[in-house]
């Protein structure tokens, strides 16, 4: 319940705060990228139950003469790698923790494709509302490997605590200050998942 009043009076705060910034961006994304603004995908949240997930557009939709959409490295402007670096493309997102959706911190909300290539062990990740930042987020972010990344996720479903998320939050601040694991070694974000060594099926 603290969490939850938490999200709602944070993430309202933010949205009206940060309302011109929000209108700004949208802006520059309209001007450089066209419309639609927002990026919007279902992505599974709490239990795995799907929801529809906003963020600002940071790539074209160019496609190649095969008529299949070109890599995400084509495909991210400038602007788009600006959004990314700052954390500006998540502001959408405080949306959705307004209406419930997601949480400020939690692990991140993925594709719904990976769901059935997760072992039982990474699937708990979904025992909790996915959130904008998470302890993934602070402890590599895009840097790190899918294994490790879902270490951190069920760690923090094992441990979370209203002082843990504070922690988070605060992290986050530094994190996207110095902009630190914002992209994966040889990819503009990260690989596809395709599933880990314990979550292959035989």
């Given amino acids: 319940m603290i969490k939850r009043v938490f999200d709602c009076l944070i993430s309202l705060f933010a ?6 910034v929000m209108l700004f ?9 066209g419309s639609p603004v927002l990026f919007v995908q279902e992505r599974p949240g709490l239990l795995g139950k799907p929801f529809r997930l906003y963020k600002f557009r ?5 496609r190649g003469a095969d008529g299949r959409l070109l890599s995400n490295r084509e495909r ?3 602007t788009g790698r600006f959004l990314r670096s700052t954390s500006l493309d998540e502001l959408p997102g405080l949306w959705n923790v307004f209406v419930g959706d997601m949480s400020l911190v939690g692990p991140r909300p993925l594709l ?3 769901l059935d290539h997760y072992s039982e062990f990474e699937a708990r990740r979904h025992d909790v509302k996915p959130g904008i930042t998470g302890w993934a987020q602070v402890n590599g972010r895009n840097a790190i490997s899918w294994e490790e990344k879902f270490r951190y996720d069920v760690w923090y479903v094992d441990n979370r605590s209203f002082f843990l998320d504070l922690k988070i939050l605060w992290m986050t601040v530094k ?3 110095f902009r630190e694991g914002i992209s994966h070694e040889g990819t503009v974000t990260m690989p596809r998942f395709k599933g880990s060594d314990t979550s292959k099926k035989s």
């Fill in 15 to 20: 949205l009206l705060i940060l309302f011109p």
């Fill in 76 to 78: 991210l402007t400038g």
């Fill in 25 to 33: 961006v949208a802006l520059v994304v309209r001007i450089t990228l």
């Fill in 112 to 114: 719904t494709e990976y």
């Fill in 175 to 177: 994190k996207v200050f």
């Fill in 58 to 62: 940071t790539m074209t939709d160019e």
